[in-house]
Every structure is written in structure tokens, then in C-alpha cells.
T-cell receptor
Framework: DSGVTQTPKHLITATGQRVTLRCSPRSGDLSVYWYQQSLDQGLQFLIQYYNGEERAKGNILERFSAQQFPDLHSELNLSSLELGDSALYFC???????????FGPGTRLTVT | AQTVTQSQPEMSVQEAETVTLSCTYDTSENNYYLFWYKQPPSRQMILVIRQEAYKQQNATENRFSVNFQKAAKSFSLKISDSQLGDTAMYFCAFMKTGAQKLVFGQGTRLTINP
């Protein structure tokens, strides 16, 4: 158990819908990262937040957005969902030694 | 942009054998970190081992060790006395110092046979 929690574990929704994925980092970690794992794209970095502020952005679609709240939990919002958004979405967190990231169990999103 | 290549899509060995997974990367950076992550069938991503590029000594964690060749941009993972629980996807990952994001390879599916 990494100490990072993600909810829900599984999500099935239809095209065009909007969903919110939630992540709670390890106790004391200020940084939260979101990654997408799909069959065709592999593991890709989406976005990073540090203590409530966006710190780095990767290959994140404009239909996707994220935020980190004062209690440090983070949410990833996916809208206008397409079949190709079906993937495993991971959240990771890190402390001051930012080079070690610890991953949550992931949220499996299926868009039908 | 940095890229990470794992040239072995699948590997299979017998329990108790030693296995080496290959990883090469491309970067013009001098300061960076390298990692191996394990993803068992549960899908959880587990940090196995890390290596700082400025350290010449190869990292070791119990049965797991790396062979870091900075000039060749090579970072292989050796698993000694392999166990059934080592069956998983293994991902090599690169992080530029200060960049925060991990860049992953495509993974190697390792199967340990009884």
C-alpha cells in the first residue's frame, strides 16, 4: 500500500459524459501527479500540482482539467468523453524529495 | 524531448533464475534520475529501484540491482533468485532534474515460471 488513495476504482460511462476522478496523496506530500495508461499511448504524464498550484503540464487534452484543494486532495475532470479516453488513470504523490513518486491503485475508466 | 526504450516486450524465466531487463534512454541532460517500476496483475505501480545519474555506484535493493552505464545511456535491471511474485510488467522511467514528470518506456512483461 503506497498511501495514495484513488476513487472510484472503476467507472463506466457513455460518450459525451463528464466524470471526476479523485486522489488523496500520502500524508505530508504536497505534490500530486496524474498519469494516463492506455494500450496505444502507454503511460503518459498529464499534469502536476504542488500545494494547490499547477506546476507542470504534459499531454493533457483541453477537455481534461485538474485541481488540487487546500486539503491537498486532487480531482481530475474529464469531459465530452470519447471512446479513446478509456484508460487507467493514476495519481501519484511525492514529498520534498520530488524524484520519488508513489502511485495510487488507479481508476479504470471505460467509455462506451 | 527525452525518450525511453525497452526493447524486450516479453521475457520468461524459471523460478530462482536471474533475469536482466534492458532499458535505454535518450537525453541531452546531465542531471536526471532513472527508475524501475513494477506493475503486477493488480495494476498497482510499485517503485522498485531508483538511480541518480550523478552517482557512479549502481543501486541495489535486495534481489534487485541495476547496471547504469551513463555514457551508453543504458539502465538495465537485474533480478536475482527470481520468485513467482516477480511476475509483472516492468517499466523503466526517466526524470530530468527539476522537471517533475516521469517519462516511461513501453514496458517488459516478465513471467516467472514454477
Amino acid at each position: 500500500d503506497s498511501g495514495v488513495t484513488q476513487t472510484p476504482k472503476h467507472l463506466i460511462t457513455a460518450t459525451g459524459q463528464r466524470v471526476t476522478l479523485r486522489c488523496s496523496p500520502r500524508s505530508g506530500d504536497l505534490s500530486v501527479y496524474w498519469y494516463q495508461q492506455s494500450l496505444d499511448q502507454g503511460l503518459q504524464f498529464l499534469i502536476q500540482y504542488y500545494n494547490g498550484e499547477e506546476r507542470a503540464k504534459g499531454n493533457i487534452l483541453e477537455r481534461f482539467s485538474a485541481q488540487q484543494f487546500p486539503d491537498l486532495h486532487s480531482e481530475l475532470n474529464l469531459s465530452s468523453l470519447e471512446l479513446g479516453d478509456s484508460a487507467l488513470y493514476f495519481c501519484a504523490s511525492s514529498g520534498d524529495t520530488a524524484y520519488e513518486q508513489y502511485f495510487g491503485p488507479g481508476t479504470r475508466l471505460t467509455v462506451t | 524531448a527525452q525518450t525511453v526504450t525497452q526493447s524486450q516486450p516479453e521475457m520468461s524465466v524459471q523460478e530462482a533464475e536471474t533475469v536482466t531487463l534492458s532499458c535505454t534512454y535518450d537525453t541531452s541532460e546531465n542531471n536526471y534520475y532513472l527508475f524501475w517500476y513494477k506493475q503486477p496483475p493488480s495494476r498497482q505501480m510499485i517503485l522498485v529501484i531508483r538511480q541518480e545519474a550523478y552517482k557512479q555506484q549502481n543501486a541495489t535493493e535486495n534481489r534487485f540491482s541495476v547496471n547504469f552505464q551513463k555514457a551508453a545511456k543504458s539502465f538495465s535491471l537485474k533480478i536475482s533468485d527470481s520468485q513467482l511474485g516477480d511476475t509483472a510488467m516492468y517499466f523503466c522511467a526517466f526524470m530530468k532534474t527539476g522537471a517533475q514528470k516521469l517519462v516511461f518506456g513501453q514496458g517488459t512483461r516478465l513471467t516467472i515460471n514454477p
